[in-house]
């Protein structure tokens, strides 16, 4: 069974920071980009972060791009992503992902981030 776990979220005062985890299990991912998503409240889901799977190329939202920073460690089968600066407005539930013949196929359950003024 494939699993991706989120850990790392918490509760962070603005411009502290938090580093995210999404760990992998059933099967390698180290073929596959991976991303992170996030969800505040009464919002719409939203594209985050992204990262090719030889993690030469990384891709970022504009709100987050300067603060936030995607990596991978395939023989962990592990995605992270650093968040720097926060603020409150990136409060929401962060998701990662894992694509699988171009569309992200496979999903956390998530983790809360809590940014307070």
């Known amino acids: 069974q494939v699993q991706l776990v989120e850990s790392g979220g918490g509760l962070v005062q603005a411009g502290g920071s938090l580093k995210l985890s999404c760990a992998a299990s059933?099967?390698?991912?180290?073929?596959?980009?991976m991303g992170w998503f996030r969800q505040g409240p009464g919002k719409e889901r939203e594209f985050v972060a992204a990262i090719s799977w030889s993690g030469g190329s990384t891709y970022y939202a504009d709100s987050v791009k300067g603060r936030f920073t995607i990596s991978r460690d395939n023989a962990k089968n592990t995605v992270y992503l650093q968040m720097n600066s926060l603020k409150p407005e990136d409060t929401a539930v962060y998701y990662c992902a894992a694509e699988d013949d171009g569309e992200y196929d496979y999903w956390g359950q998530g983790t809360q981030v809590t940014v307070s003024s």
């Open positions: 059933g099967r390698t991912f180290s073929s596959s980009a």
